[in-house]
């Protein structure tokens, strides 16, 4: 494995597994609020249950969701010096703002998880939301600093040198607004299914069924929702691609040849060499339709840019496809749901419904990944749109492939014991939860 | 406005030393703790590290960003000449982290504990002595940025009797402060009294340390004696330091924790200003005879302003939260009696 290769791979890597985490990071506080809540209002012990029960695993969530944002940190710069030493200056506001999101949510966290039966119940509730909140705004940052990656403004850019800079222009990008909003819905999206099908992987097997309920009611609620609003997302930022990053989107859609009433490609084995898609289904002029809303219009292909400043087209059609697909997917179990609450049915006796929200499980995360590949893949070969290439960028040292091994290693041992100590959490749920244990006291206490 | 972000890159590093040094020495003095007391320090320490930990970590964060905003010439010159050092803090960061996460929350208590308690210990250990062998080579000068062999662009700039010397300093520096601060933390006298000795151990272990800085600088004609007492703020402040431990060590034989916490806290920022005062504002010495200076890498104006203002702006947020944080938990845990505390459930 070449240096490059193994620099871009770790690179992917460690932002696909500390994705997850922040995903976690960023959407669980507010169902543990909402439980939370509850529980404070109603004084129903489930609802405690499960906002301990999920409080103590999201903490093993952010210890790993922090300690993987830390290496990245640092990664930006062991990997991509030459990058940085440009890039840094005029896309750092965003990191330096959410130097500030961290902190503050690093010390709500401190009071949220070690402040239970210590301070005021309110206050204890507030500082959850906190939390939530301070995830939030540090995604949509880090969010803004990679739409810079692919809309860069604010400086200028002459013979290699980067004047004018201006960082408040290049935080708020063209590319800033659609991007954050798609990866914020994403994360409610992703963490609420895979929350939403272990509880229903446990009311299935009829074990702690309330407990299982209520917990699944919470992240259900939020996972259908953010499912079905995604799509319409999905849609403003495929025609914001398509405005400003042309090459990304002809990857995107396999799409080699300029052309009006272009089609929409679905499937499909592209072929770079000859520049066609084998065995696709293809759906005339709609493409044109999504991307101007006119079946006319002229869609740029590949073609149209130089074969250096191709992206790679498989990688990304597919991983497109794969976001897309799985994205239907969701919108259609959430139709599902509702049309089962709508006539007044019982979610839990529907085994199908409950089995479709189990196989859900994964696939928010999937598409999360999916559509970073769609993303970063269909930038390359720059690192900064049109200005500087990836290859430009990476380290001189020699010997990354190592250090891609020993990461790939890490990475998959902290996921195995990260899995394990889950799996631990839900089988003592029994234990832990089904009797009201002594050392808990009341709130009005 | 440079001198306000300089500023703030002085105060995290310091603050990082302190705040998160005394989280790494908590579970150096673990590693170097009886089996029969493990238990017990693994308890206090957590009960006083677990609340603010991610908090202590995240001084570091704010000096990278910093760094790499601000000065990225300097950043990226590190990230490339340093980079193994770098990467093997990292492992340490990555383990500690995780590991101290997962035995306080792991569902079910067993045989994984040992484990868990291995890496957390060995990791205390390994990320301090990293941290303080790239701080050493910064103003060893043996970075060589025009190297072409790999030996001498990346492992000779690190891999040097004074920059190692330097992390093992850090090491006894961070026992020392956690030593400390558990005296405080401890609730019974046997443990007080532990907690005592290991400072005063620790506080000796760093003072030999010291001397082998000096030595390893002497033994590879790093002037570090020159720069230290060349001149009088040097001078000054380690006599300063020198007094304070005199005054420590009498202080240390009566109850009462918060003078010998300000004490503490007072030498390492003393050895902080000795070690940097000289050189300011270049930060990292290179082989070739030329600096990396704060005020020459700057960036450009409208950076720094931007850099600046979101420094300002946020230690407006995050100062008071802290305190609150700090001083709630200080309250609430004096109260606690060992073995009550409901968040170790
Ligand atoms: C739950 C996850 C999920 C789902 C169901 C979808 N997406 Fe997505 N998509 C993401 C998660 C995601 C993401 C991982 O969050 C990305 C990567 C970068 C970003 O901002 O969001 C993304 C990127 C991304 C991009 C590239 C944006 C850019 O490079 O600026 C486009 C064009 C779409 N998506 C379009 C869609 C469409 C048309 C969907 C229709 C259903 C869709 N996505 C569903
Ligand atoms: C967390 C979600 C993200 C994922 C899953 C992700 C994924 C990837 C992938 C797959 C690559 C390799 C592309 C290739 O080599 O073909 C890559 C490269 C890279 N990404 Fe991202 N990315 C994410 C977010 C970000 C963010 C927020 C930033 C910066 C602020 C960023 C910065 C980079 C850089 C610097 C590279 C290396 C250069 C390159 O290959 O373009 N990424 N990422
Ligand atoms: C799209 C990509 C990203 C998103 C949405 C994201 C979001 C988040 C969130 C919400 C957290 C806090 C939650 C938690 O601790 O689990 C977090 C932690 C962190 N992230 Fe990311 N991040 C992304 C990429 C990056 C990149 C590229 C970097 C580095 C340059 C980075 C650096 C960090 C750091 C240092 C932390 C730890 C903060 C702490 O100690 O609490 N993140 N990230």
């Known amino acids: ?445 | 406005m440079i001198y306000i972000v300089i500023g703030y890159l002085w105060a995290s590093i310091l603050l990082y030393l302190l705040l998160g040094g005394a989280d790494f020495g908590a579970g150096i003095i673990e590693l170097f703790t009886s089996r029969k007391n493990k238990e017990k320090t693994q308890h206090t320490a957590y009960k006083a590290i677990g609340p603010l930990w991610e908090a202590n970590h995240m001084w570091l964060i704010i000096a990278i960003v910093i760094l790499f905003v601000g000065f990225p010439a300097i950043y990226t010159t590190m990230s490339v000449h340093l980079h193994i050092p770098l990467l093997l803090m990292l492992l340490g960061i990555i383990a500690r982290g995780t590991a101290l996460t997962f035995r306080h929350y792991d569902a079910v208590v067993d045989d994984w504990q040992t484990l868990y308690r291995r890496i957390f210990t060995y990791s205390s250990f390994v990320t301090p002595l990293f941290l303080g062998i790239i701080a050493g080579s910064t103003v060893s000068g043996q970075i060589d940025t025009e190297a072409k062999t790999f030996a001498g662009a990346y492992l000779s700039g690190w891999l040097q009797l004074f920059p190692v010397s330097v992390g093992f300093f850090t090491v006894t520096i961070c026992g020392f402060l956690a030593a400390v601060y558990l005296i405080g933390e401890a609730t019974d006298e046997a443990d007080k009294t532990r907690y005592r000795i290991k400072s005063r151990v620790f506080q000796n272990l760093a003072i030999f340390c010291g001397v082998l800085v000096f030595a390893a600088a002497a033994y590879e004609h790093i002037p570090l004696w020159s720069w230290v007492f060349g001149q009088p703020v040097g001078i000054a402040a380690v006599a300063l330091a020198s007094l304070s431990v005199i005054l420590f060590r009498i202080l240390l034989r009566r109850p009462g924790r918060q003078p010998l916490r300000m004490l503490a806290a007072f030498q390492i920022c003393m050895i902080l200003l000795v070690t940097t005062y000289h050189h300011y504002p270049d930060i990292v010495l290179l082989k070739n005879g030329h600096h990396l200076s704060l005020l020459e890498e700057q960036g450009q104006q409208k950076t720094t302003e931007a850099l600046g203002w979101a420094l300002i702006l946020g230690s407006l947020f995050i100062l008071p939260a802290l305190f609150y944080l700090m001083y709630a938990f200080q309250m609430k845990s004096r109260k606690k009696v060992y073995g009550q505390a409901t968040m170790h459930e």
């Open chain 1, 1 to 445: 494995m070449n240096d490059f290769f193994a620099a871009r791979s770790q690179m992917a890597l460690s932002l696909g597994f500390h994705i997850i985490f922040s995903c976690i990071g960023m959407v669980m506080p507010f169902f543990m609020a909402i439980s939370h809540y509850y529980w404070l209002r109603t004084g129903d012990v489930v609802f405690r249950n499960v906002t301990r029960a999920w409080s103590k695993g999201v903490a093993i969530f952010f210890a790993t969701g922090a300690v993987s944002g830390t290496v990245l940190s640092f990664e930006l710069g062991l990997l991509w010096p030459e990058f940085m030493k440009h890039a840094g200056p005029i896309f750092g506001m965003p990191f330096s703002l959410e130097g500030t999101a961290f902190f503050i949510e690093a010390i709500a966290l401190g009071f949220f998880l070690y402040g239970w039966d210590k301070f005021n119940k309110w206050f204890h509730w507030f500082t959850g939301v906190v939390v939530g909140i301070s995830g939030l705004a540090s995604g949509i940052l880090v969010v803004a600093a990679n739409a810079w990656m692919n809309n860069p403004a604010g400086f200028t850019y002459r013979d290699g040198v980067y004047s004018d800079i201006d960082p408040i222009k290049a935080m708020f990008n063209d590319a800033w607004l659609s991007q954050a909003l798609h990866m914020m819905v994403a994360a409610f999206v992703a963490t609420g299914f895979a929350v939403a099908g272990v509880h229903a992987l446990m009311v299935l097997k009829g074990k702690n069924v309330r407990f299982h309920s209520a917990a699944f009611r919470i992240a259900a609620a939020f996972a259908t929702i953010a499912a079905l609003l995604q799509p319409l997302s999905g849609d403003i930022s495929a025609r914001d691609v398509a405005r400003r990053q042309p090459a990304k989107l002809a990857a995107m859609e396999a799409h080699f040849h300029t052309e009006s009433r272009a089609p929409l490609i679905i499937g499909g084995i592209p072929d770079e060499e000859r520049k066609e898609v084998r065995y696709a289904l293809k759906l005339p002029a709609l493409l044109s339709l999504m991307i101007d809303h006119d079946p006319d219009a002229v869609v740029k292909g590949l073609d149209q840019i130089p074969e250096a400043d191709h992206p790679p087209v498989a990688v990304t059609h597919y991983a497109f496809q794969v976001m897309v697909g799985l994205g239907m997917f969701m919108v259609a179990v959430s139709i599902l749901y509702y049309f089962i609450i709508w006539k007044k049915k019982r979610w839990r006796d529907k085994r199908w419904l409950l089995k479709l929200f189990v196989l859900a499980t994964p696939m928010g995360f999937i598409a999360v990944e999916a559509g970073w590949t769609v993303t970063e893949v269909g930038r390359q070969p720059w690192i900064i749109y049109g200005i500087m290439r990836t290859r430009d960028a990476v380290t001189p040292m020699p010997g990354i492939s190592y250090s891609f091994l020993l990461f790939s290693l890490i990475y998959l041992s902290l996921s195995v014991i990260v899995i394990f100590m889950l799996y631990r959490q839900i089988r003592m749920v029994d234990k832990l939860y089904d009797v009201p244990l002594p050392v808990f006291k009341n709130p009005e206490a």
